[in-house]
């Protein structure tokens, strides 16, 4: 069965870090571009980073541009976002999604909470 | 950035109706378009892709269409699984953007 599983959320003061991890299952996970995504308590959707399949091309939002940093590990089916710098307003559920070939997100995994809070 | 604007933010439908929502793009965007389905404490779930190619194992009670910069998913027959919160996502090109979300309920 095809599977994404994040982990990671946590609750962090703000100026604090977190890694969060995204292990995928089920598919050969090299062969797929994978996204962040995440959702603010009561909010809509939010996108928030891509990474090709070699790790090679990378694009972010402007709202977590030069804090957030996303990798991958082909070896590990794991795909990773390092968060830096966090404040109040990145507080939401991530979520790790696949992308298939006509660049929509056709897998997702249940998400993980980061609260960010004194 | 593309900005993708949905509309209505919300409605209250009946099971059976026929029931739309539109997104529209601030530019052109092809036809890359995607629409999504979430239910409350669910990850999303993709219902169509490049604007009208129904997403396999999608029920054919949705449909996708496109005119211009409008892009419009439609239920034929709303049915009671399908109360949730439904956003469009363009990927033509980066950053990604989400239209605000259709949230419908019943009436």
């Known amino acids: 069965e095809v599977h994404l599983e994040e982990s990671g959320g946590d609750l962090v003061q703000p100026g604090g870090s977190l890694r969060l991890s995204c292990a995928a299952s089920?598919?050969?996970?090299?062969?797929?571009?994978m996204n962040w995504v995440r959702q603010a308590p009561g909010k809509g959707l939010e996108w928030v980073s891509y990474i090709d399949r070699s790790g090679s091309t990378i694009y972010y939002a402007d709202s977590v541009k030069g804090r957030f940093t996303i990798s991958r590990d082909n070896a590990k089916d794991s795909l990773y976002l390092q968060m830096n710098s966090l404040r109040a307003e990145d507080m939401a559920v991530y979520y790790c999604?696949?992308?298939?070939?006509?660049?929509?997100?056709?897998?997702w995994g249940q998400g993980t909470m980061v609260t960010v809070s004194s | 950035a593309i900005q993708m604007t949905q509309s209505p933010s919300s409605l209250s439908a009946s099971v059976g109706d026929r029931v739309t929502i539109t997104c529209r793009a601030s530019q052109g965007i092809r036809n890359d378009l995607a629409w999504y389905q979430q239910k409350p404490g669910k990850a999303p779930q993709l219902l169509i892709y490049?604007?009208?190619t129904l997403q396999s194992g999608v029920p054919s009670r949705f449909s996708g269409s496109a005119s211009g910069t409008d892009f419009t998913l439609a239920i034929s027959s709303l049915q009671p699984e399908d109360f949730a919160t439904y956003y469009c996502?363009?990927?033509?090109?980066?950053?990604?953007?989400f239209g605000q979300g259709t949230k419908v309920e019943i009436k």
């Open positions: 996502l363009q990927d033509y090109n980066y950053p990604r953007t």
């Open positions: 089920g598919f050969t996970f090299s062969s797929y571009e």
């Open positions: 490049d604007a009208s």
């Open positions: 999604a696949r992308e298939i070939s006509y660049d929509a997100f056709d897998i």
